[in-house]
DNA sequence: ATGGACATGTAATTTGTTACATGATTGC
DNA sequence: GCAATCATGTAACAAATTACATGTCCAT
């Protein structure tokens, strides 16, 4: 069954539908009531898209929007002389709409989720580091860990009660509970850290606080 | 001629570690013992990489270790005749160690972790789509993620035991609680689409199986 | 002999970032 | 008046993917 590709004709099509993510993103945005800025965009994807799919740059943003009106998915509109600021709103189309709902109802795999986490990477690098710098990194790791948690849940706040936003809130609670299962990950990590490596000064029998504490209390 | 920076006294230095974290995994993976080739390198991200820091197209694998053996920090050389097979195996050299040793145990905050989870962003758009489909996307996504554990076990299984490969173990466990962590996510998701957009046809006081779990134990 | 895994690479293209440039409006 | 935020973009570049091209070795 698996039509490999030796000798075979071109354009396997990978999945059919032609834009990357990150413009369905965006088109999603768009795909609320109301109209918006690129800045708006950006604001809203830094608030809560970041969460569970990463905030595009500020110029991506902007490029993308071009291209989804060049393809017709959004209008445009400069706004007019009531409006103190001259900027451009962008609205979806019945167009967009559609071309959203097809990707977004498809039946295709939605793909794996791809996660980069630098802090990891260090972590298995760890045999190369000093244990007191690591434990610092993955104390600063929960520390913005807990800030983004207050963030997404004032977000998931602001979603709330609204009932036509009720995927997006759960998309936000999704992110939540993720958070904080990401601050708990870091802790058993701060553990596992303590037993391989146990910091120079440290009695293993002492069972100190893994990570603001000092090993030496004299 | 491209003034490459024009005299701007604006704060400056990113990291100050000049490559790229692709560039320092790719090292990374060079910086256990023995030698490999580009595509063994391949193998064993997807082996373990992946789980915690994504896998490179094979052909950025190649262009990445060019680009350390050109830096000086691998050094490669050619199978000779008494190998079966042509190919190119790469070592890290002392200084790349010294560089890797530098980026790893460095002050530098890691950054932000970034998830890009397109199973979620077709939740975010749920209201475009037909919940039953949603449902079966989030089914799937379980059933891979299951799948994935069930590898990163067996790397974590491969890698216990060895006292050198403390580090990648850690990564490796924390990877494992993670996956765990990310199939009871999407469980407790279906449980809100369930709450959100009741599929046609079924009744909400009949309590159905969403889609792996038996809720109620008889 | 055929196909799959091993093995290495190039070319074209896309995706995404940072730096730069510009200017209006708001709040102090 | 001055800084911050609002607002939009361009240019240069870096990162990363896909498609293509080529060939060997091994098992059936």
Do not use: C, N
């Not at 445009?76 to 071309?99: F, L, N, Q, V």
């Not at 709330?160 to 609670?173: F, K, Q």
């Amino acid at each position: 069954m698996t039509a490999r590709r030796t000798t075979s004709p071109r354009h396997e099509v990978p999945s059919g539908d032609g834009l990357p993510p990150t413009a369905w993103a965006v088109l999603g945005l768009l795909s609320f009531p109301g109209e918006r800025t690129g800045y708006e965009l950006k604001k809203w994807a830094d608030a809560s898209l970041r969460f569970f799919y990463w905030s595009p740059a500020i110029s991506q943003i902007y490029a993308e929007l071009r291209r989804l009106e060049a393809l017709g998915y959004a209008s445009s509109r400069r706004s007019g002389p009531e409006e103190p600021r001259a900027k451009r709103s962008y609205a979806i189309t019945d167009e967009g709409r559609t071309a959203l709902a097809a990707w977004a109802g498809g039946a295709a795999d939605a793909g794996p989720p791809v996660l980069k986490h630098p802090l990891l990477l260090r972590v298995w690098l760890g045999h190369l580091a000093d244990p007191g710098q690591l434990r610092a990194l993955v104390g600063e790791h929960i520390a913005r860990t807990r800030g983004d948690l207050k963030e997404a849940r004032d977000a998931l706040a602001r979603a709330e009660g609204t009932e036509e936003w009720s995927h997006p809130h759960i998309a936000l609670r999704w992110s939540v509970r993720r958070l904080e299962s990401e601050v708990e990950l870091a802790e058993a990590m701060l553990t596992d850290l303590d037993a391989a490596g146990p910091p120079p000064g440290t009695d293993p029998s002492a069972a100190g606080q893994p990570v603001g504490d000092s090993p030496t209390p004299g």
